[in-house]
């Protein structure tokens, strides 16, 4: 039977074990795993995923070895809602299958699939970050199209991560920390490419001594045919005691964006996805992205947060309106993003959770005071945003039944800042600056 | 149905059971408990006890409520019988929360370093005052810490860690499980955790002539090269 007529064959009350008998198979086979290249309750940490699959080399059959899965997939049955992104069953769905994918057996696992073969849904992992590739699509009619993009996508070589730095806030830090992560991952030998995209500050080349660009990004954006790759510059920062140079490659700001144009031409001519398009034509090049975004929801800050895969938002302990409004960019701004990328066919980005910058070391009353005024965001949330749960955004460490209000933070350091007036990257020039951001990038990424 | 008791809940006479591991639970803690309890109170959370004899019972976990038994004077206390085995003796400690718990350094994953020493920061009065997490946690990280036979290496690795009572709080949450030195070793920062003693017998080890007026740094060098 082939994937349509078991589709019209299942019951519409199929459970989940005759959704896996039935359904899996041809599914997986569409996708172009054989028989030979599927095992099905995959053992993952004592528990079992509902299949494993992973294309058969010439000496290693994967139904025989089961080394090196590549892509799970979780069945559900029909009865589960996994179409509306806030019930229940698709919360826990969603949570079981990053729990497989994030297990230490799972790390040549790239991809995960969410479905109860009515509707389906493609998660991707790069590194530590498990995000929705394509929205919950549904599998009705015809399916091949919804098919040959899952095909399509996931049989593409490994492409960057598209991380956005955001928080509606200024001065909380999204510069020095676009510039010090992307340091500390091209310290552990990864390629990164940065992105200014604040161009009423450029402040992202400032701070490495470089002078922003004349309306070439403007041309890039504009054009129906973007050649970002001519004005990547590469940043090296060299040390006697380095045996090679320490490199990341960069793209200024233009500063002819804010100067010849205003704000509603900008939108005249340069389409919303600009960006986004621009960037998925060097995705393949990159083991990550990083966009410097501007303060402020106006086009700037909109454009870089559709082009994300991820957004990191940094935030202020002491500073309410940066915890605040770090709140507001994840239920308001987040999903609006979302609703405009899934016009595309696909998930658009997911908050990481909120790391504090400038953190005290010490425990205190700020601290407390800090904890009540996120208690309260988070009760305002829930009222007003149709019950938007913002506690694992702000304490990622607290689990059923264990209160860890724990935060990823990175402490006030005199480096940072001292780092800034030497313009190179903090993690470059001071050991213990990188160690703290060495500590914030494997907490996220790697 | 087994004949064994494991597993059971029983009521007990009190007289029966020996006290294990003494609580270390402040006294008005234990006397509000008991005030709660009152001679004819039910312990709804029970001890665990371990079958030592007939009749015979000794406390294994939950030794705060055998505390506040005796305190209010209880003549019959609700226990489970556990397993006499050390596996479930361990078992019980850990989810009692009456064990120091204890991370292998030399296997231990970044993560499980990284809370062991928030565990020995967040603490009351800790000895790790002025240590930077984050640095202390790359450094072990990094550092060849399998090959390690004791935990001194710590206070070479330049993260305000001393041989006095900051090393003595790091002994309290890790131990080592150490690999044998490798017979070549060629990694440089492997060589320079070692003493020139060791150095100069590894090269002798390796037929290596003319070393007794080198310096250490000539003699990692050296070995590095080789």
Redesign the interface.
């Known amino acids: 039977m082939n994937l349509e007529e078991v589709l019209q064959s299942l019951p519409a009350d199929a459970s989940e074990a005759i959704v896996e008998h039935n359904f899996s198979q041809p599914f997986l086979k569409a996708l172009g795993f054989d028989f030979q290249e599927i095992v099905p309750q995959f053992p993952v940490s004592r528990r079992a995923v509902d299949h494993a699959a992973r294309k058969n080399t010439d000496e290693d059959a994967f139904l025989t070895s089961h080394k090196n899965p590549f892509l799970y997939m979780e069945v559900k049955g029909r009865t589960e809602n996994l179409s509306d992104k806030n019930h229940p069953d698709y919360r826990r769905a969603v949570l079981q299958l990053k729990h497989y994918l994030m297990s230490p057996e799972s790390k040549t696992v790239r991809w995960g699939i969410l479905t109860n073969s009515h509707h389906v849904q493609l998660f991707r992992k790069h590194g530590k970050v498990v995000h929705p590739v394509t929205p919950c699509m549904a599998l009705s009619g015809d399916c091949r199209r919804l098919i040959k993009d899952i095909k399509r996508r996931i049989e593409e070589p490994n492409r960057a991560l598209i991380i956005a730095v955001y928080n509606n806030k200024g001065g909380v830090g999204k510069t020095t920390t676009t510039l010090n992560v992307a340091a500390t991952l091209a310290m552990l030998k990864k390629r990164v490419l940065i992105i200014d995209f604040d161009p009423n500050q450029s402040d992202l080349g400032d701070a490495l001594n470089l002078k922003p660009l004349q309306g070439k990004i403007l041309d890039v954006l504009k054009s129906k045919d973007p050649s970002i790759r001519d004005v990547i510059k590469p940043y090296k920062f060299e040390h006697p005691r380095l045996k090679e140079p320490l490199s990341f490659d960069i793209v200024l700001a233009d500063e002819d964006l804010v100067s010849e144009l205003d704000e509603t031409r900008l939108k005249q001519q340069v389409k919303f996805h600009a960006l986004r398009r621009s960037l998925e034509a060097v995705q393949a090049d990159y083991d990550y992205i990083l966009i410097d975004s501007p303060p402020n929801w106006r086009i700037f800050a909109q454009k870089a947060l559709y082009a994300a895969d991820v957004v990191l938002v940094p935030a202020r302990h002491d500073n309410l309106h940066s915890l605040q409004n770090a709140g507001t960019a994840i239920t308001q701004f987040i999903p609006e993003a979302q609703a405009k990328r899934q016009e595309a066919g696909e998930a658009g980005p997911i908050a990481l959770p909120i790391f504090m910058n400038n953190a005290f070391r010490e425990t205190g009353p700020q601290i407390q005071l800090m904890h009540q005024a996120i208690t309260r965001i988070i009760k305002e949330a829930r009222r007003n945003a149709n019950g938007f749960d913002l506690t694992p955004y702000f304490y990622p460490k607290s689990r059923k039944g264990h209160e860890n209000r724990?935060m990823i933070a990175i402490p006030y350091m005199a480096y940072i800042s001292r780092a800034d007036f030497m313009h190179v990257p903090a993690a470059f020039a001071f050991?213990?600056a990188r160690?703290?951001y060495?500590?914030l990038v494997?907490e996220y990424f790697v | 149905m087994s004949l064994s008791d494991v597993g059971n809940l029983m009521c007990l006479p009190f007289d029966e059971i020996e006290p294990g591991q003494p609580t270390e639970a402040h006294e008005y803690l234990i006397q509000f408990a008991a005030s709660q309890l009152g001679p004819e109170g039910r312990n709804w959370i029970p001890l665990i006890v371990k079958e030592t004899g007939p009749d015979q019972y000794q406390v294994i976990g939950n030794s705060f409520v055998y505390a506040v038994a005796a305190e209010a004077d209880l003549n019959e206390v609700w226990c489970i019988i556990a397993e006499d085995t050390p596996e479930a003796v361990a078992i019980t400690r850990a989810l009692a929360q009456e064990t120091q718990p204890k991370t292998n350094l030399s296997i231990a994953s970044?993560d499980e370093i990284?809370a062991a020493i928030?565990y020995l920061m967040a603490l009351p009065n800790t000895a790790l005052k002025g240590v930077?997490?984050?640095?202390l946690?790359?450094?072990l990280d990094e550092a060849p810490r399998q090959y390690w036979k004791t935990l001194q290496p710590i206070t070479k690795l330049g993260c305000r860690i001393t041989a006095g009572k900051k090393l003595k709080a790091l002994q309290e949450v890790f131990y080592l499980t150490p690999e044998p030195m490798p017979e070549v070793v060629t990694d440089r920062a492997l060589l320079e955790s070692l003493t020139t003693t060791q150095l100069k017998d590894m090269a002798k080890k390796r037929n290596i002539a003319g070393l007794s007026k080198l310096k250490k740094a000539d003699l990692v060098n050296l070995l590095a090269a080789a």
């Open positions: 724990k050991k213990p160690e703290q060495l500590n494997k | 970044r990284s928030d930077s997490h984050a640095s946690v790359a450094r």
